[in-house]
């Protein structure tokens, strides 16, 4: 390790053990990146997406009531209504005249059922398809959720629950405010993070913590995700569209190339900015990536600029390249340093 990573280190030990975190000064550090040992990054992901509190001494009751939460949500979530459990003596109570599995009521508790199958059929295939080249989403994990996959007890494990229904896949909802094709993406490397903690206390409650950090994160980009915004201030049309005004400002020549070319930003961008990025790279570019989206007080703003520096940085080769050979480039970002686009693009938003 060398001395300048050490002295990192040390910076962000000396601003995470005050009393009261100075915001600012760790975000100033976050957006150089983050080191991984200590646990340094879990923690500091977990303060920049307003998991954590400021004040230090509130940490613990914080965590403890936030997973007890968790544990309260897995509880009323994951029951499965009219299903008796004859072997601990639970009624089918909720199998009644009035309400029924046929019963086609929108106020019915069996449509309320089915309407969640059909959500959980949807998060079944999309974890599968959540980096299948990596082996730590192919095994199980140290610490798995007992309180659902305890045989014994009332709950069915998803796993259960995606088998027994007879729903095709054809039937999951295309709205895009609901759950959406790409949301494992953003999950993925949330979990990945926090899974990885060094720290065996903070690892074990993962999912929990994963939970309401990506609950944090959604609610800052949850317009992206909602079609009836894509046309204001505020949704992803307008979004894609100022990464190209930004790009005809610093780079008109290569603006208008992509113009004459018709290739528009809802080729390319769209995948870009509602994904976080996290498709385009490797897991661990795209956790130093989320370091400093995470980090900049603007950070979706930063965004926009992290996606018209790719843009600059490809320049010649998409200055010489056809239409085809150019969406090609766009769809399937060439392996390349990170660090350098993450500069490119604060050089950017220095020049503004």
């Known amino acids: 390790m060398s001395s300048l990573h050490k002295s990192r280190i040390a910076d962000f030990q000396d601003v995470l053990k005050e009393p009261l975190i100075a915001l600012e000064k760790l975000r100033e550090l976050s957006f150089s990146g983050i080191p991984f040992e200590g646990g340094l990054r879990c923690l500091c992901w977990k303060i920049l997406l307003n998991y954590l509190p400021l004040e230090r001494a509130s940490w613990t009751s914080v965590l403890a009531k936030q997973r007890e939460l968790y544990s309260q949500f897995l509880r009323e979530m994951i029951i499965q209504p009219g299903i008796a459990k004859a072997n601990l003596g639970v009624s089918r109570e909720d199998v009644t005249f009035e309400d029924h599995p046929l019963n086609p009521s ?112 959604m609610a800052e980009i949850r317009d992206n995700f909602i079609k009836s915004l894509d046309d204001s201030q505020c949704g992803i049309t307008y979004k894609m569209e100022k990464v190209y005004s930004t790009l005809k400002e610093k780079d008109v020549e290569l603006y208008l190339k992509l113009q004459e070319q018709n290739i528009k930003p809802q080729f390319f961008a769209f995948r870009w900015l509602t994904l976080l990025l996290s498709q385009e790279f490797l897991l661990p570019d795209v956790i130093r990536i989320w370091d400093s989206l995470f980090a900049d007080d603007n950070r979706f703003d930063f965004l926009l600029l992290v996606c018209c520096a790719m843009l600059i940085l490809i320049r010649e080769q998409l200055l010489e390249g056809d239409f085809t050979v150019n969406m090609r480039l766009l769809q399937d970002y060439p392996i390349t340093d990170v660090c350098q686009i993450l500069q490119k693009a604060k050089e950017l938003q220095d020049s503004k």
């Open 106 to 217: 929108p106020d019915s508790r069996w449509n309320t059922y089915f309407k969640d199958n059909e959500v959980l059929l949807q998060i079944d295939k999309d974890v599968r398809r959540l980096c299948p080249d990596m082996s730590f989403f192919q095994r199980a994990t140290e610490y798995p959720c007992l309180l659902i996959l305890d045989p014994q007890n009332e709950f069915e494990t998803l796993r259960k629950r995606v088998e027994q229904t007879t729903l095709k896949s054809q039937t999951v909802a295309r709205n895009r405010s609901g759950v959406t094709n790409g949301m494992n993406e953003i999950v993925g490397p949330l979990y990945y993070t926090f899974a990885t903690d060094p720290n065996s206390e903070w690892k074990e409650h993962a999912e929990a913590d994963t939970f309401f950090c990506f609950t944090n994160l």
